[in-house]
């Protein structure tokens, strides 16, 4: 008997109420994959991933209706996801077959039995079901013996050359569970890669497990053991892992969890040489890409630039041309240019009591530039405070009549 007591309130009356859909509908639903791993483990579950072998439409409707909530439908995969306020998320699903085609192909599906659809995972820990009614567990792969050894473990040899993105998994669900890869499945792995199955799947689906292993609070030692594998050589060439380098990107995300993690870790990786063919089927905006290329590319430019500029105005001209991922890796990683960049946040909050009508002349884009070169002038000690109003309406018509005479 699995012991559903730790979980979260919000997670046992999910529970109790997919109990209640199934009697209501007299179907057997089971918890599967994820979600009994980490029941096993007493770490948290997020999302419930139920199976069925019964119709799980009208399960999934049934249990929508207990919790007043939606059902989203995915008929591809025999799939619908239930949701409601205040309640996790809940996957309701078919139990299937898979059969893959190909090697790297989307698996075509088949409805089956619960056995089926545990023997068509990735490995042995995300292989478990428990009986929702009963509590029973069924585990017909050794998957509560792999958790007790710490194990991540493939299924059957053909494995990652079926659905490579197990590579990555693999190697993320180790490192997030503080788990070894069972040395023959390291193997497998590392002959797979080796004889090019990442090929086999698309640029776009390797960024999606690479963000994935990004969103982890372990990303670095992740995306290292991704590098030093070789997992990442087919979007981005050869490259040598920097892990103390991901390690000060970790930091600074922890630091400002504003910052983009996902551009910052890209442009870890990337660093000394990136270039936009490196992002392919990322699906970066054009803007976070420029981002990633001026981090990757110039650091040390931008760096040089600090060390020359003679002013505090001539500093503050540089660090405006920066994103603040950018700024991060400066004061990381410039020790010298921590205070500047630091100076140069105070600059961004700094405000001055002057407004564009105190300067009594028509509007226009000379108003607004002319109240920001007076800011930058108070903020640097170019002029006193006092003065402020005085320099900005002479700023102001010097720019006007500029713009003029250019007209
Ligand atoms: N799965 C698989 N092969 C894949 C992806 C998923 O066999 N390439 C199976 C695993 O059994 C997994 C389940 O589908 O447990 C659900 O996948 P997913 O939600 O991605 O992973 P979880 O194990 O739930 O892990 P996480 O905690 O990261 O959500």
New binding site residues.
């Given amino acids: 008997m699995i012991d559903f007591s730790h979980l979260s309130n919000s997670h046992r009356r999910a529970m109790e109420l997919v109990r209640e859909a199934a009697r209501e509908k007299n179907c057997r639903p089971y918890l599967v994959?994820?979600p009994v791993?980490d029941l096993l483990l007493e770490r948290a579950v997020?999302?419930i991933?139920i199976a069925v072998e019964e119709d799980s439409s009208a399960l999934a409707r049934a249990l929508a209706k207990l919790m007043s909530g939606r059902v989203k439908s995915f008929p591809q995969f025999l799939t619908y996801k239930v949701t409601a306020d205040q309640m996790p998320e809940i996957d309701i699903a078919t139990a299937r077959k898979e059969r893959y085609r190909s090697p790297g192909a989307l698996p075509s599906v088949t409805p089956g039995h619960l056995r089926d659809d545990l023997l068509?995972?990735?490995f042995s820990i995300?292989?478990m079901a428990v009986d929702v009614v009963e509590g029973a567990l069924h585990d017909p792969t050794g998957g509560e013996a792999d958790l007790r050894a710490r194990l991540v473990r493939v299924l059957h040899d053909q494995s990652f050359i079926d659905?490579p993105?197990?590579i990555y998994?693999a190697i993320r669900l180790a490192s997030r569970l503080g788990f070894s890869i069972e040395p023959h499945t390291g193997e497998l792995m590392r002959n797979a890669i080796t004889s090019g199955a990442l090929i086999t799947i698309s640029k776009e689906r390797i960024w999606r497990e690479l963000f994935l292993a990004m969103d982890e609070g372990g990303a670095p030692a992740i995306l290292t053991a991704f590098l030093t594998q070789g997992a990442l050589d087919v979007l981005f060439g050869k490259r040598t892992a920097d892990p103390a380098r991901l390690e000060s990107a970790r930091e600074q995300i922890e630091r400002n969890p504003e910052l983009d993690r996902h551009v910052l870790y890209t442009a870890t990786l990337l660093r000394g040489d990136a270039s936009p063919v490196d992002l392919e089927g990322s699906g970066f905006s054009q803007k976070r890409a420029r981002n990633i290329v001026q981090i990757a590319n110039e650091l040390g430019r931008f760096a040089d630039a600090l060390l020359e500029a003679k002013t505090e105005r001539q500093r503050l001209r540089v660090l405006k041309h920066a994103s603040p991922e950018m700024l991060g890796v400066l004061a990381a990683t410039q020790p010298a240019e921590s205070r500047h960049v630091e100076r140069f946040h105070e600059y961004q909050n700094f405000k001055l009591p002057l407004r564009g009508n105190d300067l009594e002349m028509p509007g226009g884009p000379h108003v607004s530039r002319a109240l920001e070169r007076t800011r930058e002038a108070v903020f640097t000690g170019e002029i006193p405070a006092e003065h402020a109003r005085e320099f900005a309406r002479e700023t102001a018509l010097r720019y006007l009549k500029r713009e003029e005479a250019k007209s």
Avoid: Y
Wanted: no cysteine.
């Fill in positions: 994959g994820g791993r997020v999302d991933d068509r995972r990735d995300n292989a659905d993105t197990r998994r």
